[in-house]
């Protein structure tokens, strides 16, 4: 009785041996797996706590409860997220590089900065190196230079002679076509289009034949048209919120008809726009803006610096370490503008700041994109590359938007604007791994944006020490520069 009862055990503890591992079904690979995270879902406005998230190959292969991701994939890199809020890489949608060739290496130098901010993604709008940005932008995506992935607008399209340098010059509808061309085949992201000197009326046929090719345009809008004439060509976003401004002013096609003709400057247009806006009139343009799908990115900070450079003392800031010194000087132009200004006109330069900044508001509620922008780089002073973005979206709480729409001005609008939400803006499976781990909640207070632990750009996790050995290496280079301009 027992030598048979004894085989028929043996026989099952040889069966439950054999097939137990084959039941377990093995666990999927990744290459680094965050654990016990609270996800911030921006399009909600809501956090989702307890999570974890799988990267693989510079993408998000897996998010959900903890317990469940845990058991079944696994990762020779595992980070513990708990007390860590998670957002999507941000986006700075307005930048310049520039300055002239003697500054290339100083404006190479900034791109780490903006990933130790957790910017993982930025706009260039053309400067006067556009060649340079857009061997840049080849050099990052093959993985051959470290930086934020960056999308850019090459040279921007101008008229003959323009102020600016870096310019495809237009002065015919034929020049405009071969501009366009031009940047066709450098593969920009966008057109950038100003007015210094081009005719209003190629401004609108650029606009126009870009879009019939495809492409986003953006650009400063000459002040002898009125926005909607610049809209209805096609014209992708405003930059700048000022502009925004024109077209809630019941007298604006007036305005800009004086203005083509010579009977006003530019000064008494803007003061014009300025003393005859309405709210209604606004708002009505406002939710056009919004169902011709508009995005503004207002760079409203910049604006706000240059505005109060004549009270606000910037000369020890901190941030000026990361500055070379070449690009420093680049500063001079407008400190020097501004200490040429009469009491009156310092007065009626802090007044209309507020003025324009009480616009923000009014284009969420009425459901115009904002995108985040700073307008950081040369030139313009004191609006430093990373930090900038941060500044930004304080200031858009401070007039009025709550954390949750700032952040998203941050991290949705742009992959918005140039269509790539399937790939960005979220936390979830099939998006670019491009991530922030935060020590704080953005959601209750928007300065969690600079409490940054960690920032994984395109797969690769770049912890709070390596984040900071950036930074230290950043203020090395500066100083090194400073030593030799001292020399």
Same mark, same amino acid.
């Given at each position: 009785?027992?030598?048979?009862?004894?085989?028929?055990?043996?026989?099952?503890?040889?069966?439950?041996?054999?097939?137990?591992?084959?039941?377990?079904?093995?666990?999927?690979?990744?290459?680094?797996?965050?654990?016990?995270?609270?996800?911030?879902?921006?399009?909600?406005?809501?956090?989702?706590?307890?999570?974890?998230?799988?990267?693989?190959?510079?993408?998000?292969?897996?998010?959900?409860?903890?317990?469940?991701?845990?058991?079944?994939?696994?990762?020779?890199?595992?980070?513990?997220?708990?007390?860590?809020?998670? %957002?999507?890489?941000?986006?700075?949608?307005?930048?310049?590089?520039?300055?002239?060739?003697?500054?290339?290496?100083?404006?190479?130098?900034?791109? =780490?900065?903006?990933?130790?901010?957790?910017?993982?993604?930025?706009?260039?709008?053309?400067?006067?190196?556009?060649?340079?940005?857009?061997?840049?932008?080849?050099?990052?995506?093959?993985?051959?230079?470290?930086?934020?992935?960056?999308?850019?607008?090459? =040279?921007?399209?101008?008229?003959?002679?323009?102020?600016?340098?870096?310019?495809?010059?237009?002065?015919?509808?034929?020049?405009?076509?071969?501009?366009?061309?031009?940047?066709?085949?450098?593969?920009?992201?966008?057109?950038?289009?100003?007015?210094?000197?081009?005719?209003?009326?190629?401004?609108?046929?650029?606009?126009?034949?870009?879009?019939?090719?495809?492409?986003?345009?953006?650009?400063? %809008?000459?002040?002898?048209?009125?926005?909607?004439?610049?809209?209805?060509?096609?014209?992708?976003?405003?930059?700048?919120?000022?502009?925004?401004?024109?077209?809630g002013s019941p007298d604006e096609a007036a305005i800009a008809a004086d203005f083509a003709a010579g009977r006003i400057n530019r000064a008494e247009a803007n003061r014009r726009l300025a003393t005859s806006f309405d709210h209604a009139t606004a708002m009505a343009a406002y939710r056009r803006f919004a169902a011709d799908g508009l995005a503004v990115t207002p760079t409203l900070n910049g604006s706000r610096i240059i505005a109060h450079l004549d009270d606000e003392d910037h000369s020890h800031d901190a941030y000026l370490?990361?500055?070379? =010194?070449?690009?420093?000087?680049?500063?001079?132009?407008? %400190?020097?503008?501004?200490?040429?200004?009469?009491?009156?006109?310092?007065?009626?330069?802090?007044?209309?700041?507020?003025?324009?900044?009480? %616009?923000?508001?009014?284009?969420?509620?009425?459901?115009?994109?904002?995108?985040?922008?700073?307008?950081?780089?040369?030139?313009?002073?004191?609006?430093?590359?990373?930090?900038?973005?941060?500044?930004?979206?304080?200031?858009?709480?401070?007039?009025?938007?709550?954390?949750?729409?700032?952040?998203?001005?941050?991290?949705?609008?742009?992959?918005?604007?140039?269509?790539?939400?399937?790939?960005?803006?979220?936390?979830? =499976?099939?998006?670019?791994?491009?991530?922030?781990?935060?020590?704080?909640?953005?959601?209750?207070?928007?300065?969690?944006?600079?409490?940054?632990?960690?920032?994984?750009?395109?797969?690769?996790?770049?912890?709070?020490?390596?984040?900071?050995?950036?930074?230290?290496?950043?203020?090395?280079?500066?100083?090194?520069?400073?030593?030799?301009?001292?020399?």
């Amino acid at each position: 009785m027992l030598k048979p009862l004894r085989r028929a055990l043996a026989a099952l503890s040889a069966l439950t041996v054999l097939t137990a591992p084959a039941l377990a079904a093995p666990r999927q690979q990744g290459d680094v797996l965050i654990r016990h995270a609270t996800i911030v879902d921006v399009e909600k406005a809501r956090t989702v706590p307890d999570q974890a998230i799988v990267t693989r190959g510079g993408a998000i292969v897996a998010v959900g409860p903890d317990k469940a991701i845990a058991r079944d994939w696994a990762a020779p890199r595992t980070l513990e997220a708990a007390h860590r809020f998670v %957002i999507p890489g941000l986006w700075d949608m307005h930048v310049h590089f520039g300055g002239g060739p003697d500054l290339i290496a100083e404006n190479k130098a900034l791109l =780490p900065l903006y990933v130790a901010h957790g910017i993982t993604t930025i706009r260039d709008c053309a400067g006067d190196l556009p060649y340079d940005v857009l061997a840049w932008r080849d050099e990052i995506a093959r993985g051959s230079l470290f930086g934020p992935n960056l999308l850019t607008s090459g =040279p921007k399209i101008e008229g003959l002679k323009p102020i600016w340098k870096g310019t495809l010059e237009a002065g015919s509808k034929a020049d405009v076509d071969a501009a366009l061309a031009r940047l066709q085949g450098l593969k920009v992201d966008f057109v950038k289009i100003t007015d210094s000197t081009l005719d209003p009326q190629l401004f609108l046929y650029a606009v126009a034949r870009a879009k019939a090719l495809g492409l986003r345009s953006s650009g400063h %809008i000459p002040m002898a048209l009125t926005v909607r004439q610049a809209v209805d060509a096609g014209l992708s976003s405003i930059e700048h919120l000022d502009y925004a401004r024109h077209p809630g002013s019941p007298d604006e096609a007036a305005i800009a008809a004086d203005f083509a003709a010579g009977r006003i400057n530019r000064a008494e247009a803007n003061r014009r726009l300025a003393t005859s806006f309405d709210h209604a009139t606004a708002m009505a343009a406002y939710r056009r803006f919004a169902a011709d799908g508009l995005a503004v990115t207002p760079t409203l900070n910049g604006s706000r610096i240059i505005a109060h450079l004549d009270d606000e003392d910037h000369s020890h800031d901190a941030y000026l370490a990361y500055i070379g =010194p070449k690009l420093r000087k680049t500063y001079d132009w407008r %400190i020097e503008r501004a200490a040429k200004a009469t009491p009156a006109e310092i007065a009626a330069r802090h007044a209309d700041i507020e003025r324009v900044g009480a %616009i923000l508001p009014m284009l969420v509620e009425a459901g115009v994109p904002i995108m985040a922008g700073t307008d950081a780089g040369f030139l313009n002073s004191f609006n430093y590359p990373g930090i900038g973005l941060h500044d930004e979206l304080d200031l858009f709480v401070a007039k009025g938007l709550t954390p949750a729409q700032a952040l998203t001005a941050a991290t949705r609008a742009g992959p918005a604007w140039f269509g790539k939400l399937d790939r960005y803006g979220a936390i979830a =499976p099939g998006k670019v791994a491009d991530i922030v781990l935060l020590t704080a909640n953005p959601l209750t207070d928007i300065h969690a944006t600079r409490a940054i632990d960690t920032v994984i750009l395109r797969g690769r996790v770049h912890d709070r020490a390596a984040l900071d050995a950036m930074l230290a290496e950043a203020r090395a280079k500066v100083a090194a520069w400073n030593a030799e301009t001292a020399q």
